[in-house]
């Protein structure tokens, strides 16, 4: 694998990263820095620093409004993130498969009828 190659993989099998380009994605209107760093929870330098990799990787551009910083994503970091979302709603629904499961296994063991009390000979 190449250098570049790596950076990518590491980049989008992380969980922040994975976010930025999924909220990206979404909507048609451009985004700016600011509202990615509030959507993914993230500082506005940390937000630079992951945009700017990914943006040397060909997923995005900038423009620079003013002092506004507008991110579009490219035709491949499009595709990229629309794959991206993809698996992670694929995994959300895996996972609310097995919780209702684990749920389910916890009910039927407590709706196990109780015992019929012992009875008590009289004197």
Known sequence: MDREENR???????????EMLVFLGKGTEPKYVT????AT????????????????LGLLEF?????MKIVKLTPD????????????????RI???TVKKKQGKK???EKKPA??????PSS
């Open 8 to 18: 990518l993989k590491a980049a989008l099998l992380r969980e922040k990263p994975a």
């Open 95 to 97: 996972s609310d498969k």
């Open 35 to 38: 509202q990615v760093s509030k």
């Open 115 to 120: 015992k019929a009390p012992v009875p008590v």
């Open 63 to 67: 423009q620079k409004i003013g002092r």
């Open 41 to 56: 929870d993230c500082t506005y330098s940390h937000v630079i620093k992951i945009l700017d990799m990914f943006r040397e």
């Open 77 to 92: 970091g499009s595709d990229v993130a629309h794959d991206l979302d993809g698996v992670i709603t694929k995994i959300k």
């Open 107 to 109: 009910g039927e063991k």
